[in-house]
């Protein structure tokens, strides 16, 4: 994986800067404020010094007291200063993180197709996007110390230059490569988190698995646990060993620019001395001369410090803009088609799909109709692109080649949004919350949110309602041993089993009765046989009159279905009514045939 070019850094400053200052423009102008005084501080104490110095041998005690009071009130102030700009700093970057995650989970979310999150490079540049949620703030923070850092330089070069020219020039000089290098260190230091991102988040995956109770079970049946830490910790050592390397370069670095500054400062004193023993200088202009020498060093490496550091905040703050500012993941249509109610059908003409050009087809020249009104069941062997086929019908993808038309419109013309508005579904692969019951079930029609009655009628249609009722705080009840409840009143949260889980799932569908497309994706899986029966019974009512589509492995459960499809090879092998496609005595029959007769092999026992 190569580092990404940092093109467009200026916008990224820009666009850093308007953040902070959108966030918290009083917080901002007041630390700006602070800044400027805690810059010019070390200057005033440095010249103050010099009086209470040049006082002292000139013995001219009347000035002397005016000027200690001067450094005491200087110095206390500039103390005061310091905490009150820690306070401003740490809200300014609160703020900010807040503004920046909202921002770029806004963006995430009006990402409308599943290849991103299925793309390893953009997974990476997520992660590093969301840690960097408060670089805007340090960015502001660091360049403000930069400028500090160059206004307290100014001053001491000036100071220093009214003693000696050329040992000013000199001084300033020695710290220009140390920019330079710092710079270039940075870069790599951007390059190397890049590349050990995807080491870091495999890192992360299995720490996460050894911590949470889904893998838990597994984990101690078949002793992963320390396989799993082996891995956890060879892929923490391979990103150690990246991050020493530069942490190596770096000290190596910084020893030997700390060398070249000590023998600047050192070749400064020794002429310092022996210009006061020439009487070329008073002890105040020595006292200044050596304030001077080590305040020019000191706030130019400050200054070069923290302007590399606020090179890297952006470098880093690059990848939230990057995705806040990302295209659309899937085309959008130049002139959006609106989406009446569906009358006809749903026609999927010659349709081919595979997940990417490095992927095999999936789907192969589908040809399909789902008349309005009817109900059509998928079936075939695992892998045969079932699910594949409903992702599509959802526009999760867009087919590679090929259309599907929804009463004659083709679905890439249609905003995703106005498409799924028209949708109702339980996936294969439902989501379990870690919410309450209520909120689990709402998800199906968050407009359901706060209307109790429509959620226990959704929960009542997919046979939960007895199971939640009887939790102690009913459909407030937590649906998770992970987190705690809200509320202190509240028991600990509940687990379900996978059939409970499955009716919360189809309550949602329950909610979205009235879209003009459902989807079922194997929607009885782990429901006990009577469970399934009555979901079967009441999904049948649900579909009835209504187009809908039903993949399952349990051809029991859709022999009624208007059509039923055969998917093999990666086209419709088979269609037709259950009678008819047994009559044919294909594929379908084959495996109705097989599944039945398990059934009666016990009945005959
Ligand atoms: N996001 C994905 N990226 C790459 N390949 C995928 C992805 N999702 C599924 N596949 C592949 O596509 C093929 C079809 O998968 P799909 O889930 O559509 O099959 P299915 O017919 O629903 O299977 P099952 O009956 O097991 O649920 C499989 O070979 C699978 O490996």
Known sequence: ??????????????????????????????????????????????????????????????????????????????????????????????????????????????????ARFESPAFLDRLRLAQQSASNPGRLVDATLSAARGAVTAAGFVGSLALINLTFTVLVVLSALPALLIELRMSRQRNAMLWRIGPAERREMFYAELMATANAAKEIRLFDLGAFLRLRMLAELRTANAARRRLDGREFRVHASLSGVSAVVAGAGLIWGILAAGQGLLGVGDVAMFVAAVAGVQAALNGTVSAGVMAYEHLLTFHHHVTVVTAGPDLPVPARPRSL?????????????????????????????????????????????????????????????RGTILWDGVDLRDVPAETLRARIGAVFQDFVSYELTAADNIAVGDLSAADDQARIEGAAREAGVHDVVAAFPHGYRTLLSRSFSPDSSEEEDGVLLSGGQWQRLALARAFLRH?????????????????????????????????????????????????????????VVAEEGTHAGLLADDGTYARLFNRQAGGYRDEVSR
């Not at 103050?48 to 200087?74: E, F, N």
């Not at 039903?550 to 009624?560: E, F, M, N």
């Open 340 to 400: 009446p109610p569906l009358r006809r059908g749903i026609e999927l003409r010659d349709v081919w799909f595979r997940y990417s050009a490095g992927h095999p087809w999936i789907l192969r020249g589908v040809d399909l109709l789902i008349p309005y009104g009817e109900t059509v069941a998928l079936i075939g062997h695992n892998g045969a692109g079932k699910s594949t086929l409903v992702k599509l019908l959802c526009r999760f993808y867009d087919p590679t």
């Open 514 to 570: 009235d879209r003009d497309l459902m989807i079922f994706d194997e929607p009885s899986a782990g429901l006990d046989p009577e469970a399934e029966y009555e979901a079967h019974r009441r999904l049948a009512r649900l579909r009835s009159g209504r187009t809908s589509v039903v993949v399952s492995h349990r051809l029991g459960t859709v022999r009624d279905a208007d059509r039923i499809v055969v998917l093999s090879d990666g």
């Open 1 to 114: 994986m190569t580092e990404p070019a940092p093109d467009g850094l200026g916008r990224s400053a820009v666009r850093a800067a308007v953040l902070v200052w959108r966030s918290a423009p009083v917080h901002v102008l007041g630390y700006l404020g602070i800044t400027l005084v805690a810059s010019v501080t070390p200057i005033a104490v440095a010249w103050l010094t010099k009086g209470v110095l040049d006082g002292i041998a000139g013995r001219r005690t009347g000035t002397l007291l005016a000027l200690a009071v001067a450094i005491a009130v200087v110095t206390t102030a500039a103390a005061a200063a310091a905490h009150a700009g820690d306070y401003l700093r740490a809200e300014v970057d609160r703020r900010t993180a807040l503004r920046a995650k909202d921002e770029l989970f806004a963006a995430v979310s009006r990402f409308t197709g599943l």
